[in-house]
């Protein structure tokens, strides 16, 4: 009599049980729910060696200063690119003793990089001048940047980042000391490239 009194309590109780169990809903698993809920702003960027915590450099690499790109180097750079002109690889080419056929101008860092590029000067064994290239230093070696074929060049920096090139304007009929005029023309880094943004003639004498 005492154990069908007690079997109706037992049941109750254990649909309380059960009830209880599925209190929070649906069966869903809560983990970690004393933990604070994350905030949907964004946090501020912190460098932890996977990604760059300022903007990354314009630079073409590591810092290589123009005077350690030899003559040698840009020679043997100039004459191995298809894209210059061939009388200036040809020349270059026969050139054994380099200062004979390439010197220094200004460095300049035109494109705004942070590491000056060389201007090099390309001229003949008797020393008259027929062209330039600006020179990038760059892990692998000296890449050209811009290049110019015109005679007796004078290559000069401005205070404003442009180049001021003069060259002289040879007819058939003049002698290496006397040219018929001269151009002046202002150059500029420009949306990647040199680009002319004035240009003078002037007649001689």
């Avoid at 309380?16 to 169990?21: A, C, E, H, N, R």
């Avoid at 290589?64 to 002109?85: G, K, W």
């Amino acid at each position: 009599m005492r154990a069908r009194r007690l079997l109706p309590a037992a049941l109750v109780l254990a649909g309380l049980v059960v009830l209880s169990g599925c209190a929070n809903g649906g069966g869903l698993r809560v983990e970690g729910a004393d933990t604070p809920a994350t905030s949907a702003a964004p946090s501020p960027s912190v460098n932890r060696g996977f990604a760059p915590s300022t903007p990354p450099s314009t630079t073409l690499g590591p810092r290589i200063s123009a005077e350690a790109m030899s003559l040698t180097e840009i020679r043997d750079s100039l004459r191995n690119d298809s894209q210059v002109d061939a009388y200036f690889r040809k020349l270059l080419a026969r050139c054994t003793v380099i200062a004979r056929c390439l010197t220094r101008g200004p460095a300049v860092d035109m494109m705004k990089t942070g590491q000056p590029q060389q201007v090099v000067l390309i001229h003949t064994l008797d020393n008259f001048v027929v062209g330039a290239a600006l020179m990038a230093a760059t892990p692998t070696g000296p890449r050209r940047v811009w290049s110019l074929k015109a005679d007796q060049l004078k290559i000069s920096p401005t205070r404003q980042g442009e180049l001021v090139v003069e060259a002289k304007i040879f007819t058939v009929d003049d002698a290496p000391c006397c040219p018929s005029g001269s151009t002046v023309q202002v150059y500029r880094w420009v949306g990647g490239r040199m680009t002319t943004v004035s240009s003078q003639i002037q007649e001689g004498d």
